[in-house]
T-cell receptor
Framework: SQTIHQWPATLVQPVGSPLSLECTVE??????LYWYRQAAGRGLQLLFY??????ISSEVPQNLSASRPQDRQFILSSKKLLLSDSGFYLC???????????FGSGTRLTVV | GENVEQHPSTLSVQEGDSAVIKCTYS??????FPWYKQELGKGPQLIID?????GEKKDQRIAVTLNKTAKHFSLHITETQPEDSAVYFC???????????FGKGTSLLVTP
């Protein structure tokens, strides 16, 4: 069966520090991968999605970036965090084509 | 881009009553409409979905209806239980076919 792993679960980082969140998927090949952010009490905002290795589409311009170095690995990064980057970050995967997502357990990021 | 409106933002029902959450979408090309349940501190989980070739789908106490002409779809939960309390998100696929656009969520509270 397919599983998705996302870590760390919580993270407290100072303003201006770098960020690296990692997500891996097991049990499937060539998945679509997604990063979403959820601000407190609000909906899900699509940040990046990827349909293959090295293919990244950005939905929202900001100081975050994403990379897909391997088929089942998706990384969210920042060189310098802002206070406004605080939130709940969710990784998800889906099969190729239109279909439902499976979400990871999320990372609670607090920038102080 | 695709816009998904979700109502109500909060809903309180008594145990055993029914709950209905409604969503509208703007892109007539959308053809996939999932619903997710998110418990506190966790990632959203897919509970039911519907594709545009059907008008209704049911899974035990949960049902989803779709009206493509009016561009709206609804989640119906019957015989609600306290464990149904959570935030529910509707979504539809975008014109890219890959990414999902989410509504802002409905916080459902089922009181004993």
């Amino acid at each position: 069966s397919q599983t998705i792993h996302q870590w760390p679960a919580t993270l407290v980082q100072p303003v201006g520090s770098p960020l690296s969140l990692e997500c891996t998927v097991e049990g499937t090949s060539n998945p679509n991968l997604y990063w979403y952010r959820q601000a407190a009490g609000r909906g899900l905002q699509l940040l990046f999605y990827s349909v293959g290795i090295g293919q990244i589409s950005s939905e929202v311009p900001q100081n975050l970036s994403a990379s897909r170095p391997q088929d089942r690995q998706f990384i969210l990064s920042s060189k310098k965090l802002l206070l406004s980057d605080s939130g709940f970050y969710l990784c998800a995967w889906s099969d190729q084509g239109a279909g439902g997502y499976t979400f990871g357990s999320g990372t609670r990021l607090t920038v102080v | 881009g695709e816009n998904v409106e979700q109502h109500p933002s909060t809903l309180s029902v008594q145990e055993g009553d029914s709950a209905v959450i409604k969503c509208t979408y703007s892109d007539s090309a959308s053809n996939y409409f999932p619903w997710y349940k998110q418990e506190l501190g966790k990632g959203p989980q897919l509970i039911i979905d519907i594709r545009s070739n059907v008008g209704e789908k049911k899974d035990q106490r949960i049902a989803v209806t779709l009206n493509k002409t009016a561009k709206h779809f609804s989640l119906h939960i019957t015989e609600t239980q306290p464990e149904d309390s959570a935030v529910y998100f509707c979504a539809s696929n975008s014109n890219s076919g890959y990414a999902l656009n989410f509504g802002k969520g409905t916080s459902l509270l089922v009181t004993p």
